[in-house]
């Protein structure tokens, strides 16, 4: 068992970095704490395996808005044991509330900016489906338009055939020869 404490520099509060760190220990097995600093930075004590601390550092050392972190120290030290779990030490009230606060309107944010883009996707989508409905309406109307002059070529050439086969049939008819 391994022990670290770092701490996390940047955008690290009131951005829901703490929840995310706090996230990142539910597959592992890491007890400690993560705690916001009144300097602004973010102080995380962790214990466990060293490949579970290892992995569970390259999952908190980030920039993945809205957090930012900017510089992550790191200080070894040989497990203690004397966390049962891992939690987030939470500050006064007000502060905690505001820090929600902070941290839902980023997310409200973020959605707003998923839904302006979805709504261009589907904007381009209706426009390309507009573009097929009118290739489609211009390719019906070819279609329809070349069936009228092939049936009014092949009336015409019906109609030719017809006048030679009778004419056919009367000079056969006048050389004596029986049809």
Wanted: charged residues 35%.
């Amino acid at each position: 068992m391994k022990r670290f404490v770092a701490t996390a520099r940047g955008r690290v509060q009131r951005v829901g970095y703490r929840e995310h760190v706090y996230n990142e220990t539910f597959e592992r097995n890491i007890s400690g704490y993560v705690m916001n600093l009144k300097n602004g930075e973010v102080e995380i004590v962790a214990e466990g395996s060293e490949q579970d601390l290892r992995d569970f550092i390259n999952e908190i050392n980030i920039i993945r808005r809205p957090i930012a972190v900017k510089s992550f120290t790191i200080r070894w030290e040989e497990a203690t044991g004397e966390y049962a779990d891992f939690e987030i030490i939470r500050g006064d009230i007000q502060e905690e509330t505001f820090e929600r606060m902070d941290y839902a309107g980023n997310v409200l944010h973020s959605m707003d900016m998923k839904f302006d883009r979805m709504l261009d996707k589907q904007d381009q989508m209706l426009d390309k489906q507009d573009q097929t409905l009118q290739i489609a309406r211009e390719t019906k109307e070819e279609i329809v338009g070349l069936r009228s002059d092939t049936r009014k070529h092949l009336d015409d050439e019906f109609g030719e055939i017809r006048r030679e086969l009778v004419s056919i049939k009367e000079a056969l008819v006048r050389a004596g020869i029986q049809v």
